[in-house]
T-cell receptor, first 110, second 113 residues
């Protein structure tokens, strides 16, 4: 079976750091993606991990542990514009398909 | 400009009236897919296509049809729409292969009355 789980909602303060977790179970695995989606808009690509470890891209970092079926997205120096939903997605069967989690809605407060 | 073009952006229709949502990509991508997004349920895959004339069901294919006669186009057809198909729909494409991200269209908000 295929299942991806992430928290439904999170709240954080401007300037703070927030970690959004994602656990996954998929038939075959070939990488974990994170997307950002503002309300009513299309998802946009943030990061990709296929090997264990941390990938850093400016204020955003993403971590993967394949043995634990676990990933997280770390957002530093939060800004109001980071208020959005963050979608975790696993690629399965060597690039044949994507499975999305339900998304985590992040609210950044002043 | 590389993009996925999806039309229309908004559509209001009535139960039973056939409709088509178009999707076209100009990146020569092999993989294309349709998703619907509903509050609390995230993106759920309707159909996907690995290449021309190759289509497969996703998680929620009932009530939908697709075709892939050309590489660039992947229309979504609702033969007899029902109110439970009211949703936000996204088309996406990818070069296919390990590590290749999805490119999304701007979405179609469909309301079936």
């Amino acid at each position: 079976g295929q299942n991806i789980d992430q928290p439904t909602e999170m709240t954080a303060t401007e300037g703070a750091i927030v970690q959004i977790n994602c656990t996954y179970q998929t038939s075959g695995f070939n990488g974990l993606f994170w997307y950002q989606q503002h309300a009513g808009e299309a998802p946009t690509f943030l990061s990709y991990n296929v090997l264990d470890g941390l990938e850093e891209k400016g204020r955003f970092s993403s971590f993967l542990s394949r043995s634990k079926g676990y990933s997280y997205l770390l957002l530093k120096e939060l800004q109001m514009k980071d208020s959005a939903s963050y979608l975790c997605a696993a690629m399965d069967n060597y690039g044949q398909n994507f499975v999305f989690g339900p998304g985590t809605r992040l609210s950044v407060l002043p | 400009e590389a993009q996925v073009t999806q039309n229309p952006r908004y559509l209001i229709t009535v139960t039973g009236k056939k409709l088509t949502v178009t999707c076209s990509q100009n990146m020569n991508h092999e993989y294309m897919s349709w998703y619907r997004q509903d509050p609390g349920l995230g993106l759920r895959q309707i159909y996907y296509s690995m290449n021309v004339e190759v289509t497969d069901k996703g998680d929620v294919p009932e009530g939908y049809k697709v075709s892939r006669k050309e590489k660039r186009n992947f229309p979504l057809i609702l033969e007899s729409p029902s109110p439970n198909q009211t949703s936000l729909y996204f088309c996406a494409s990818s070069p296919r292969g390990a590590g290749e991200k999805l490119f999304f269209g701007s979405g179609t908000q469909l309301s079936v009355l």
